[in-house]
């Protein structure tokens, strides 16, 4: 693959949501992970600021993260230029594509009265819509942008998540240390997002012989004080602050854990579950959002509506025996350095 365009290499802008910043999630992990190793083979890496003056950097393209209001500017500015926009739209709904096209055509034919009040999905499709080129991290997210937001086929590529290949050499023994416990129930992420369904295992956590582990941290407002009060009430329950990505703690976190969860209302496709799987936990996951391209047969698929579809999961998982299939299907896959190969091979499909 040539990373040069004709005569000179390869610079790209890259633009992501502000309140990543305040959130350690999956977004910030995918957009810094892909700028490093794409800055790895050899392409000038620009992470773009408001004060920057665009038209003096000469950028070949500019990759944005999430189809967020927050890049709402920023995609039309770029729009009214000869500057190429890719997308990697992080997007995915419990609706159904129609659903969501129903309410576009319904809003279109309210424009006139609604006076510039907009919907998330209006905002998503008019991103979408002005980007040159989308890489979905799933083909149902792939699917879900074309059919919802009437997306033309050519102008999708999808691109997988990726994960760091060192978690496969993670050891428990810090996170033993420290917490005097193993072979527990983990989840791991952003605890006070009500899409990411902690109270759901809050709930059954009693029914459990094991600790459960949750390492994220609670948002000062009713659902959080909600999940607090039930965990406080709960004697297997360790509640943790929030880790950095790169933490060796949370690393052997992973590594200390006999089950991880992300009991989610949907996932594309949960980097902190493929963490966790390079580590040798046994995973359970929801079935909604692209999960079953990355995990196959591997894991243990959970209906997140359902308490006994999600205690049923884990008490599976919790009597499974060890195995590494799914760390070799992970690491031939989906390791950072391939998915890096594939984004610039894209980007070269928009300059040459």
């Known amino acids: 693959m040539g990373l040069e365009k004709q005569d000179s290499v390869m610079k790209v802008g890259y633009v992501a949501p502000m309140s990543i910043a305040a959130v350690n999630g999956g977004m910030r992990n995918q957009a810094l992970n892909t700028i490093s190793k794409i800055h790895e083979l050899g392409i000038v890496t620009v992470k773009l600021s408001p004060w920057e003056d665009l038209s003096e950097l000469n950028l070949d393209l500019v990759h944005i993260f999430g189809a967020s209001v927050e890049n709402i500017g920023i995609v039309n500015q770029l729009y009214n230029t000869d500057i190429p926009i890719v997308l990697s739209p992080i997007f995915y709904s419990n609706r159904s594509a129609s659903f969501i096209n129903r309410v576009l055509n319904v809003e279109q034919f309210l424009k006139p009265l609604s006076r510039g009040i907009r919907s998330d999905f209006s905002v998503q499709r008019d991103l979408c819509r002005k980007a040159d080129l989308l890489l979905p991290n799933t083909a149902d997210e792939s699917m879900m942008i074309r059919e919802a937001f009437s997306i033309p086929e050519e102008r999708i590529i999808v691109t997988p998540n990726g994960v760091e290949s060192h ?9 033993v240390k420290e917490y005097g416990c193993k072979d527990f129930v983990l989840f791991a992420g952003q605890a006070g997002a ?14 459990m012989i ?31 602050e929030t880790l950095d990505h ?7 976190a992973y590594a200390a854990s006999k089950v991880f969860v992300l009991p989610s209302q949907f996932e594309t496709p949960g980097i902190a579950a493929m963490e966790a799987a390079l580590t040798g936990s046994q995973i359970v996951i929801t079935k909604n959002g692209g999960t079953k391209e990355y995990f196959g047969d591997h894991v243990n698929y959970i209906d997140p509506n359902s308490a ?12 499974q025996e060890q195995s590494d299939d799914l760390k070799v299907h992970i690491l031939q896959n989906y390791t950072w350095n391939k998915v890096a190969k594939m984004t610039a091979e894209n980007y070269q499909t928009l300059i040459s």
Request: charged share 25%; aromatic share 6%; net charge negative.
């Open 308 to 319: 006994s579809s999600l205690l049923q999961g884990i008490q599976n998982a919790l009597a």
């Open 246 to 252: 790169d933490s060796e703690l949370l690393a052997s």
């Open 194 to 207: 009500e899409r990411k369904n902690v109270i759901k295992l809050l709930e059954i956590s009693d029914k």
């Open 167 to 175: 978690f496969e050499h993670a050891k428990p023994d810090l996170f």
């Open 210 to 240: 094991v600790p459960v582990v949750i390492i994220g941290s609670f948002y000062d407002d009713e659902y959080g004080k909600k999940c607090l009060n039930m965990a406080s009430e709960l004697d297997n329950v360790i509640l943790i």
